[in-house]
Nanobody, 126 residues
Framework: QVQLVESGGGLVQPGGSLRLSCVASRINFRTSGMGWFRQAPGTEHEFVAAISWSGSNEDYSDSVKGRFIISRDNAKNTLYLQMNSLKPEDTAVYYC???????????????????WGQGTQVTVSS
């Protein structure tokens, strides 16, 4: 079965940085659009960033634009999220997600993703 395994979360002070990774297996990662979402307690999944299968197109939520960077290494089946200038409101569980259709371009809508990881906790606090 498809596996998406996130890592890199942790506790960081406001203004700090973290890099999340998501390793995919049993999926044609090279042709899958990918996304990052997050969920804070008591809230719904929130779109963070998405990237097309080739990496040529990226999309970000307004809340992270200019601070976060999504990227991928298709040779390593790995998706990344570089998070800079972190704020307390970035505190959440972060999930990576993969689209099912080949040559997909990513999406801001959670319903457009077929596969999800288990999530990694990011806590921004002094």
């Amino acid at each position: 079965q498809v596996q998406l395994v996130e890592s890199g979360g942790g506790l960081v002070q406001p203004g700090g940085s973290l890099r999340l990774s998501c390793v995919a297996s049993r999926i044609n990662f090279r042709t899958s659009g990918m996304g990052w979402f997050r969920q804070a307690p008591g809230t719904e999944h929130e779109f963070v960033a998405a990237i097309s299968w080739s990496g040529s197109n990226e999309d970000y939520s307004d809340s992270v634009k200019g601070r976060f960077i999504i990227s991928r290494d298709n040779a390593k089946n790995t998706l990344y999220l570089q998070m800079n200038s972190l704020k307390p409101e970035d505190t959440a569980v972060y999930y990576c997600a993969a689209q099912l259709n080949p040559y997909s371009v990513g999406s801001a809508k959670s319903r457009d993703y077929a596969y999800w990881g288990q999530g990694t906790q990011v806590t921004v606090s002094s």
